[in-house]
C-alpha cells in the first residue's frame, strides 16, 4: 500500500517524507492536539466519538495549541510527548 502525504505548506521544492511504519495493535495513550483553528474542535469531537467506540483501551487526552498562527509552545509539546504515545492533530475551518 503506498501513501501520497498532502503538505499544506507552500515548498518550492517539496520535502520527501516517509510514513512511520503503523503499529499491530493500538493501545496507550492518544493525544489530539487543537490548533486553535475554527472547527477543529468540532472534527476532534466527532473522532473521539469514533475512537472510543472502535478503540476503548485507548486513553484520549485533549490539548489545545493558543494559536494556528505558531508552532505550539515548548512546554506543550514536551507535555504531549511524555505523557502519550500517539498524537492527532486536527487541521481544520
Not at 13 to 30: A, D, F, Y
Not at 53 to 59: A, D, G, K, V
Not at 66 to 72: D, G, I, L, Q, R
Amino acid at each position: 500500500m503506498s501513501f501520497k502525504i498532502l503538505d499544506p505548506t507552500n515548498e518550492a521544492v517539496p520535502v520527501t517524507r516517509q510514513v512511520t511504519p503503523r503499529p499491530e495493535k493500538l493501545t496507550g495513550r492518544l493525544a489530539f492536539l487543537d490548533i486553535s483553528k475554527p472547527r477543529g474542535n468540532v472534527l476532534l469531537d466527532r473522532l473521539q466519538e469514533a475512537l472510543e467506540q472502535r478503540l476503548p483501551q485507548i486513553e484520549i487526552t485533549r490539548y489545545t495549541k493558543p494559536t494556528f498562527s505558531k508552532p505550539a509552545p515548548d512546554a506543550l509539546r514536551v507535555e504531549i510527548q511524555r505523557d502519550n504515545d500517539f498524537v492527532i492533530e486536527a487541521l481544520a475551518d
